[in-house]
C-alpha cells in the first residue's frame, strides 16, 4: 500500500517566516511533486523532481524552493512567506511524471501565513 | 493560461441517478487523461484513466468517454451513492514525453442528494 506522509496537517506562521514542509514516499518512486490546491484554481504544480538533487520548475515557481536529498524525502521551502501562500499543499509520488502512472497524493498540509 | 477546463464549480444529483462531469483541454498534443477524487481534509485519489487511443474506459459504475475532435472528456457515475459526494479533478498529460507533468482542471464538487 503507498503512503504518502506529510509533516504537518495544519501550519500556522507569520509573514517572513521560513516555512518547511516535508514529505515522505515509501514506495520507491523516483518522482516526487508539490502542488497547491486554491479554490477556483484546482491543483497547480509548484515543483516537481524525477530524481534525488533533481528539480524542475512547475507552474507557479514563485517564491518556493525545494530539497530533495534522499530518493523518499522532498521538501518545499518558503523562503520568506507571505499571505498569498496561504494555501493547501499537496505533496505525490508516482513511477514517472506523466499520465500513465498514477500519483498518490499525502494528506496535505493546510498552511496559513499571517 | 488553463490548458485544463472544468466548467462547473458544483453539481448535485439526486441518489441513484447518473451523475456527469465533463472537462475540456486545449493542448492537442495531451494523449493521456485522469480523473482524481478528493474528500475533504485527504489527499486526491486516481480514480480512473483513458489512452488518447480509445475513446471509452469503463470501471464498475465509472466511466470515462474521450471525444478528442472536441477535445472533450466526461466522468459518468452511474449509479451514484452518497459515497461519490467529493471533488473531482481531471488531468491530462503528454505521456510520451519523459518527464511531462499533469495538468490538472479546477475541480467540480459533486453532491449526493439522499
Known amino acids: 500500500d503507498v503512503k504518502v506522509t506529510q509533516s504537518s496537517r495544519y501550519l500556522v506562521k507569520r509573514t517572513g517566516e521560513k516555512v518547511f514542509l516535508e514529505c515522505v514516499q515509501d514506495?520507491?518512486?523516483?518522482?516526487m511533486f508539490w502542488y497547491r490546491q486554491d479554490p477556483g484554481l484546482g491543483l497547480r504544480l509548484i515543483y516537481f523532481?524525477?530524481?534525488?538533487?533533481?528539480?524542475e520548475k512547475g507552474d507557479i515557481p514563485e517564491g518556493y524552493s525545494v530539497s530533495r536529498e534522499k530518493k523518499e524525502r522532498f521538501s518545499l521551502i518558503l523562503e520568506s512567506a507571505s499571505t498569498n501562500q496561504t494555501s493547501m499543499y499537496l505533496c505525490?509520488?508516482?513511477?514517472?511524471?506523466?499520465?500513465?502512472?498514477?500519483?498518490?497524493f499525502g494528506p496535505g498540509t493546510r498552511l496559513t501565513v499571517t | 493560461d488553463q490548458q485544463v477546463k472544468q466548467n462547473s464549480p458544483s453539481l448535485s444529483v439526486q441518489e441513484g441517478r447518473i451523475s456527469i462531469l465533463n472537462c475540456d483541454y486545449t493542448n492537442s498534443m495531451f494523449d493521456y487523461f485522469l480523473w482524481y477524487k478528493k474528500y475533504p481534509a485527504e489527499g486526491p485519489t486516481f480514480l480512473i484513466s483513458i489512452s488518447s487511443i480509445k475513446d471509452k474506459n469503463e470501471d464498475g459504475r465509472f466511466t470515462v468517454f474521450l471525444n478528442k475532435s472536441a477535445k472533450h472528456l466526461s466522468l459518468h457515475i452511474v449509479p451514484s451513492q452518497p459515497g461519490d459526494s467529493a471533488v473531482y479533478f481531471c488531468?491530462?498529460?503528454?505521456?510520451?514525453?519523459?518527464?511531462?507533468?499533469?495538468?490538472f482542471g479546477t475541480g467540480t464538487r459533486l453532491t449526493i442528494i439522499p
Open positions: 514506495m520507491d518512486h523516483e518522482n
Open positions: 523532481s524525477y530524481d534525488v538533487k533533481m528539480k
Open positions: 488531468a491530462a498529460s503528454r505521456s510520451n514525453f519523459g518527464n511531462e507533468k499533469l495538468t
Open positions: 505525490a509520488s508516482a513511477l514517472s511524471a506523466g499520465g500513465n502512472h498514477e500519483q498518490y
